[in-house]
C-alpha cells in the first residue's frame, strides 16, 4: 500500500452540478493538509478538479496495529493453584467437551512452561471420567484413585521426573487387650486368611485415612467385640512388602486397657470372641510355629512381667502446620536419661 501520493490527477466526474460528487466528498476524508482545491467547469459540462497538496495514508501496519489491537484475545486458561514444589494443581469442576478442553489444556501448559512451573497435577472428580482419554493422550498418568477422583499428572521440562509417587504403604494395627486376670481378648475371623482355621487371634484391622494409631486400636477393638478400651502403647511393629496390591504394610502391635469386660461380637467379621487365659493363647501351635507370632507373644509376655517398655503415644505440635501429631517414644526411658 502506498505510503503517500505527492500529486492527485485531476478527477472527472459526470455529474452537471457545481457540487462534490459524494465518493470524492468521502475521499476527501484521507487528506491531511489540503492547500489549494480548484474546481473548473469544462465545456461539456463536466467538473474538473485539482488537489495541490499531498494525500497520506495510513500505512499498512498501523492498520495491522489497530486491527490486532482490536481482535487479539488472551486465550483461556485452567484455573491453578501453586504447590510448594514449583508445580500446579488443577481442581476440575465444570464439564466441558473434549476438543474445548484439549485447547485450554494446551494453552495452560504453555503459559505454566513460561513460569518455570514443573508438575501439574489435575484432579479430576468421577462426573467428568470423560475427560481421561484426552488426557492421557496429551501425555498424562495415573498418579492415585480416590472413591470420588482420579489425579493425573504431567511433567513440564525436560529433565527427570521428580514427581512423587503414591502412598506406599498401608497402615494396620493389632490390639493386645489384657485384664487384670491375665486374660487376652481374643477373636476367629469368618473371612480372610484365619478363616475355618480355628485359630484364636488379637483383635486387627485397617488405619483410616486422617486417624492416628491409637484412635484406631481403640476403634477396631471396639467394632469387633464391643470392649472399650484405652490405648497404653505400642509394643513393636512389623514391616512387610506386597501385601496388598503391591503396597508395603506397617502393622503396630498396641496394647491396650480394657474399660469394660462384656462382648458384644461383630457378627459381619467375627466367628467368635473371649477372653482366654493368655499361657493358653502362647501355646497355639500355629503361634509357635510362626516366627512373626512368636516374637509378638514374646513381647507381651515381657511387657506382663514388667521386663519391657513400650513405646507411648505423646501429643505435639510442629513449626509447619497447627495440627497436633503424636510421637511415639519410650517415656520411662527418656525420663529416666533426664
Keep these: 500500500m502506498l505510503r503517500s501520493l505527492p500529486k492527485l490527477s485531476p478527477l472527472l466526474c ?21 492547500q489549494t482545491i480548484t474546481r473548473t467547469k469544462t465545456s461539456t459540462g463536466r467538473i474538473a478538479m485539482t488537489i495541490r497538496s499531498p494525500i497520506r495514508l495510513m500505512s499498512s501496519s498501523t492498520v495491522s496495529s489497530i486491527t490486532a489491537e482490536d481482535h487479539v484475545q488472551q486465550p483461556k486458561l485452567l484455573k491453578s493453584t501453586d ?14 467437551d473434549a476438543a474445548t478442553f484439549v485447547l485450554i ?7 505454566w512452561k513460561q513460569l518455570g ?13 470423560s475427560l481421561v482419554e484426552p488426557l492421557v493422550k496429551e501425555g498424562f498418568w495415573y498418579h492415585h484413585a480416590e472413591p470420588k477422583y482420579l489425579m493425573l499428572v504431567y511433567w513440564i521440562p525436560e529433565t527427570a521426573n521428580t514427581i512423587p509417587v503414591n502412598a506406599t504403604h498401608r497402615v494396620g494395627i493389632g490390639a493386645f487387650v489384657m485384664n487384670e486376670k491375665r486374660e487376652v481378648l481374643v477373636v476367629q475371623e469368618n473371612s480372610g486368611h484365619f478363616r475355618g482355621s480355628g485359630v484364636w487371634k488379637f483383635p486387627t484391622g ?3 485415612q486422617g486417624e492416628d494409631i491409637c484412635v484406631a486400636a481403640v476403634r477396631e477393638v471396639k467394632e469387633e467385640t464391643g470392649v472399650d478400651s484405652e490405648f497404653v502403647e505400642v509394643l513393636a511393629f512389623r514391616q512387610s512388602h506386597k501385601s496388598f496390591f503391591d503396597k508395603s504394610d506397617l502393622f503396630f502391635v498396641c496394647m491396650m ?27 497355639q501351635p500355629f503361634v509357635q510355629k510362626h516366627d512373626l507370632l512368636k516374637y509378638i507373644s514374646d513381647v507381651c509376655s515381657a511387657k506382663i512381667d514388667g521386663q519391657y517398655s513400650g513405646y507411648s503415644a505423646v501429643s505435639t505440635s510442629s513449626s509447619f502446620s497447627d495440627q497436633k501429631y503424636y510421637l511415639y517414644l519410650n517415656a520411662g526411658a527418656l525420663k529416666s536419661s533426664l
Aim: proline share 6%.
Design 206 to 208: 485397617v488405619v483410616d
Design 257 to 283: 486397657r480394657p474399660l469394660s469386660s462384656d462382648i458384644q461380637k461383630q457378627r459381619l467379621e467375627i466367628e467368635a470372641s473371649r477372653w482366654m487365659p493368655f499361657e493358653e493363647y502362647s501355646a
Design 14 to 34: 459526470s455529474a452537471r452540478t457545481t457540487n462534490i460528487p459524494r465518493f470524492l466528498a468521502n475521499s476527501l476524508r484521507f487528506v491531511s493538509s489540503a
Design 83 to 96: 504447590d510448594d514444589h514449583d508445580g500446579v494443581i488443577v481442581e476440575m469442576d465444570q464439564p466441558m
Design 117 to 129: 512451573k514443573k508438575g501439574v497435577w489435575i484432579k479430576l472428580p468421577i462426573h467428568l471420567a
Design 105 to 111: 489444556l494446551r494453552s495452560s501448559i504453555s503459559h
